[in-house]
C-alpha cells in the first residue's frame, strides 16, 4: 500500500510570502500530481510530473518530482490571498494498477 | 466540454436509509473513479470503474456497492446509512488509466447522515 505524507498539514501566511509544501512516500511512483481544492468544490488538477528530477512551472508555482520518484514539491512565490485552499498530491504506481494514492492535503490560508 | 457531473449536490438522509449518488464524467472519459472525503480521513478511495468493470476497489465495507452503465455514467449506492457515512463524496473520470493518469473531479456530493 502506498502512501503519500504531506506537510505541513496547516500553513498560514502573510500575502507576499513565499512557501514550500511537501509530499513524501516510500513508495516509487509513475507520476505525481498535485490538485487544488477550494471549500465545497472538486479538486483541480494543477499539474501532473512523470520524470524523476522534473521541474515544472505554472506562473508563481514551481513542482518539483524528486529524483528517486519518491516525493514532490510544491514551492509558491509571493503568495495571494486567492492560492487559499487545499493542496493535495496524488501518486499513480503500476503495482497498484495507476490508482491514484491521495495525501491527506496542506491547507494553506494567505491573509491579505 | 461539459466537465464531471455529480448530481445531487446536497443530500441529507437519516441513519438506516440508502442512497444512490450519480456520475456524469467528461465525454469520452471511460473511467470513473469514486472518493469519500472527511476532514479526518482526507481522500479515501472507494472503488473504480472501467468500461462497466470494476477494477479497483478500496476498504470500504459492502454496503459501499456502484456500477458503471455502458455510457460511462456512474452510480455509488450506500445502504443502511450510518452516521460515520456523512462526508463530501466525489467522483473522479480519467481518459485511460495509465501512468500519466490525470483525474477530473465533480464538485461531489455533500452528504449528511442524520
Known amino acids: 500500500t502506498q502512501l503519500l505524507e504531506q506537510s505541513p498539514q496547516f500553513l498560514s501566511i502573510q500575502e507576499g510570502e513565499n512557501l514550500t509544501v511537501y509530499c513524501n512516500s516510500s513508495?516509487?511512483?509513475?507520476?505525481l500530481q498535485w490538485y487544488r481544492q477550494e471549500p465545497g468544490e472538486g479538486p483541480v488538477l494543477l499539474v501532473t510530473?512523470?520524470?524523476?528530477?522534473e521541474v515544472k512551472k505554472l506562473k508563481r508555482l514551481t513542482f518539483q518530482f524528486g529524483d528517486a520518484r519518491k516525493d514532490s514539491s510544491l514551492h509558491i512565490t509571493a503568495a495571494q490571498p486567492g492560492d487559499t485552499g487545499l493542496y493535495l498530491c496524488?501518486?499513480?504506481?503500476?503495482?497498484?494498477?495507476?490508482?491514484?494514492?491521495f495525501g491527506k492535503g496542506t491547507l494553506l490560508t494567505v491573509n491579505p | 466540454k461539459a466537465g464531471v457531473t455529480q448530481t445531487p449536490r446536497y443530500l441529507i438522509k437519516t441513519r438506516g436509509q440508502q442512497v444512490t449518488l450519480s456520475c456524469s464524467p467528461i465525454?469520452?472519459?471511460?473511467?470513473v473513479s469514486w472518493y469519500q472525503q472527511t476532514p479526518g480521513q482526507g481522500l479515501q478511495f472507494l472503488f473504480e470503474?472501467?468500461?462497466?468493470?470494476?477494477?479497483n476497489k478500496g476498504n470500504f465495507p459492502g454496503r459501499f456497492s456502484g456500477r458503471q452503465f455502458s455510457n460511462s455514467r456512474s452510480e455509488m449506492n450506500v445502504s443502511t446509512l450510518e452516521l460515520g457515512d456523512s462526508a463530501l463524496y466525489l467522483c473522479?473520470?480519467?481518459?485511460?488509466?495509465?501512468?500519466?493518469?490525470?483525474?477530473?473531479f465533480g464538485q461531489g456530493t455533500r452528504l449528511t447522515v442524520v
Open positions: 473522479a473520470s480519467s481518459f485511460l488509466r495509465d501512468r500519466n493518469t490525470e483525474a477530473f
Open positions: 513508495s516509487v511512483f509513475s507520476s
Open positions: 510530473v512523470v520524470t524523476g528530477g
Open positions: 496524488a501518486g499513480a504506481a503500476r503495482s497498484s494498477n495507476y490508482k491514484l494514492t
Open positions: 465525454s469520452g472519459h471511460r473511467s
Open positions: 470503474y472501467f468500461s462497466e468493470t470494476q477494477r
